[in-house]
């Protein structure tokens, strides 16, 4: 799969790091390219950087894409998943019998994907259910 990124911010330096950090992670190959001129309708850039980025997912990096997205033109947006959450375990409940409530304590576990920042972390929750004839539900 085959991305180009036309850079026009002052600083290609930030983008091509970004694009660095993935390709250390085998996750795409880049390549800065000269902007090609032609006559007419070519690609025009006012102030700030003119250059193309070309970038290529690898099979590792085509395993995060979560959708694809055609933009204006022939622009097109691949979104990747940055972390995955899952449940941790039940922590802790307690039960109000004479109100028909219960309180759960619980975690969440956020895991970092090669795309996202390391933000592995445990995420401590707490919901309130109301017991109905038919069973609990979460309260609103």
Do not use: C, H
Not at 59 to 66: H, L, P
Not at 108 to 114: E, N, Q, S, V, Y
Not at 126 to 135: A, L, Q
């Amino acid at each position: 799969m085959r991305l180009t990124v036309l850079d026009k911010t002052t600083n290609l330096n930030s983008t091509v790091n970004k694009l660095k950090r993935f390709q250390q992670r085998g996750l795409l190959n880049y390549q800065i390219q000269k902007p090609r001129r032609s006559s007419g309708f070519g690609t025009v850039s006012v102030g700030g950087n003119s250059k193309t980025v070309t970038a290529e997912l690898t099979n590792e990096g085509e395993k995060y894409i979560i959708s694809k997205k055609k933009g204006d033109y022939l622009l097109r947006y691949y979104l990747v998943k940055a972390s995955e959450l899952s449940f941790g375990e039940i922590t802790d409940i307690k039960v109000y019998k004479e109100f028909n409530l219960a309180e759960v304590n619980y975690t969440l576990i956020r895991k970092t994907t090669p795309f996202g920042k390391d933000l592995n972390q445990t995420i401590k929750k707490t919901e309130k259910f109301t017991k109905y004839n038919d069973g609990w539900k979460i309260k609103n």
